[in-house]
T-cell receptor, first 109, second 116 residues
Framework: SQKIEQNSEALNIQEGKTATLTCNYT??????LQWYRQDPGRGPVFLLL?????KEKRKERLKVTFDTTLKQSLFHITASQPADSATYLC????????FGKGTRLHILP | GAVVSQHPSRVICKSGTSVKIECRSL??????MFWYRQFPKQSLMLMAT?????????EQGVEKDKFLINHASLTLSTLTVTSAHPEDSSFYIC????????????FGPGTRLTVL
């Protein structure tokens, strides 16, 4: 069955820099990947969905890429701010929606 | 739009008691609702998928007699943890997907269950 790997458990980035988070999957390319943000003690919030035939998707300071050759999605936050500090989860559909463990992002002021 | 609420947000109970958690879609009808459990620093683990008016589909390893799910209407699903034990202590999160909205899920704020 499909597995998701979010390589970094935690990532520290200086405020103003671009944060880049990685999501790798192991098997076939899913029809799409999703990215969610989760704050401590809260449920995840949907951010972006990128389809298999899309190379890149943008939403304000967020950018997601999808490379089916590398079996990887990258999630970028440009001009990062301390308020961007949270855990970011990627998700895809196998026989059900599965989530990665997430990457805890800390934006340092 | 697409707001999901959960109640209670936090509950502490004694071992052996049952706890009911409610999940409501506030501004949309949710044909399908999902229940997840999340342990600290772990991923969301899907427990069951609930469709309005039918029996829930449980994931492998999840005891359906222990985690009772009822999806009586298009806006309400409940999860009852029966005879709770300390190992059931966890963060329980529900989500709902919009009819025809694909797989994007809208999550509730979660319920922190602590069983003493």
């Amino acid at each position: 069955s499909q597995k998701i790997e979010q390589n970094s458990e935690a990532l520290n980035i200086q405020e103003g820099k671009t944060a880049t988070l990685t999501c790798n999957y192991t098997n076939y390319s899913p029809a799409y990947l999703q990215w969610y943000r989760q704050d401590p003690g809260r449920g995840p919030v949907f951010l972006l969905l990128i389809r298999e035939n899309e190379k890149e998707k943008r939403k304000e300071r967020l950018k997601v890429t999808f490379d089916t050759t590398l079996k990887q999605s990258l999630f970028h936050i440009t001009a990062s701010q301390p308020a961007d500090s949270a855990t970011y989860l990627c998700a895809l559909r196998d026989d059900k929606i599965i989530f990665g463990k997430g990457t805890r992002l800390h934006i340092l002021p | 739009g697409a707001v999901v609420s959960q109640h209670p947000s936090r509950v502490i109970c004694k071992s052996g008691t049952s706890v009911k958690i409610e999940c409501r879609s506030l501004d949309f009808q949710a044909t399908t609702m999902f229940w997840y459990r999340q342990f600290p620093k772990q991923s969301l683990m899907l427990m069951a998928t609930s469709n309005e008016g039918s029996k829930a589909t449980y994931e492998q390893g999840v005891e359906k007699d222990k985690f009772l799910i009822n999806h009586a209407s298009l806006t309400l699903s409940t999860l009852t943890v029966t005879s709770a034990h300390p190992e059931d202590s966890s963060f329980y999160i529900c989500s709902a997907s919009l009819s025809g909205g694909g797989d994007t899920q809208y999550f509730g704020p979660g319920t922190r269950l602590t069983v003493l």
